[in-house]
């Protein structure tokens, strides 16, 4: 408030005295002339020739031009402020500091942390109807929180750039809490061996009825998990077939290419007369 009243005194001081510098005498002087004609037509000149007309016309024409150098002067003020600003010097580094070695500074991990936990095998799983699944081998990842605060609403994604799907359901991590999750399938054995990742139920977040599923082929792929408490985690995995017995383990860096996409899919499949609600068959 005090500085508000300071500014507008300032405000009225530039006003006051720069209505009254040579340079702005003239517009009283024409604003003056110009009430004085308007009046000489209007058929007012009697009223306009006594003394206690012209004063209150030299009035109004003063207020006039103090009113307006008042509206201009925070502007006026303003930008002699910033002139009179002093600018900073451009700081010279001395040569030997420039020749010094500078330390990066190391990044800190971030709160959650994504890793594969190697496989287990699966011979009991169902889906929300109740239904057995497959046999089959399940690859998990674990997510770790690393920090000291709860991390809410944590969800895990498998997939492309251009096909990805959601593996889990959502979950909280306590701070140094971690969850192990599936995030893929391998199933049909030794004869016919394929990977899965099953289509979840929306509402209950389990495997939806009727086993639909994306068959991936080997290749490279992203492991995701997103919550709104931090930045997105991704991990890069390959899904290899070079043996009998497929893997999934955390892929290479790639150095100086750009990574190609991951191959495409097989169409998704489901059991004989099984309808998914809400979900389709993934196909890039």
Not at 50 to 67: E, G, H, N
Request: hydrophobic share 50%.
């Amino acid at each position: 408030m005090r500085n508000g009243l300071k500014f507008y005194r300032s405000c009225i001081e530039d006003a006051w005295q720069t209505s009254w510098n040579l340079a702005n005498a003239w517009p009283p002087v024409l604003v003056l002339l110009a009430l004085y004609v308007a009046g000489w037509l209007s058929g007012h000149e009697a009223e306009l020739a006594t003394p206690s007309a012209l004063l209150s016309l030299l009035v109004a024409a003063a207020l006039a031009v103090f009113l307006v150098r008042f509206a201009a002067a925070p502007p006026r003020l303003f930008a002699r402020l910033e002139a009179a600003a002093p600018k900073p010097a451009p700081h010279a580094a001395p040569k030997a500091a420039a020749r010094r070695s500078v330390a990066v500074p190391v990044s800190s991990p971030g709160p959650l942390k994504l890793q594969l936990r190697g496989s287990i095998d699966e011979a009991d799983a169902v889906d929300v109807t109740g239904d057995r699944l497959p046999p089959a081998r399940a690859f998990l990842a674990r997510a770790t929180n690393q920090s000291d605060a709860p991390l809410r609403h944590c969800q895990l994604f498998f997939g492309t750039p251009k096909n990805i799907q959601v593996v889990s359901a959502p979950f909280d991590l306590a701070p140094g809490a971690h969850l192990d999750l599936p995030v893929l399938r391998v199933s049909g054995g030794a004869a016919d061996p394929h990977a899965l990742v099953y289509f979840l139920d929306r509402e209950t977040w389990g495997i939806a009825g009727g086993q639909a599923a994306w068959l991936p082929e080997p290749g490279r792929f992203k492991v995701t998990a997103l919550s709104p408490d931090t930045e997105r985690v991704a991990l890069e995995v390959e899904l290899s077939a070079e043996t009998a017995e497929w893997t999934l383990a955390e892929a290479p860096a790639r150095k100086g290419r750009t990574a190609a996409p991951a191959p495409a899919a097989k169409p998704g499949w489901m059991k004989a007369g099984a309808e998914v609600e809400g979900f389709a068959p993934a196909n890039d």
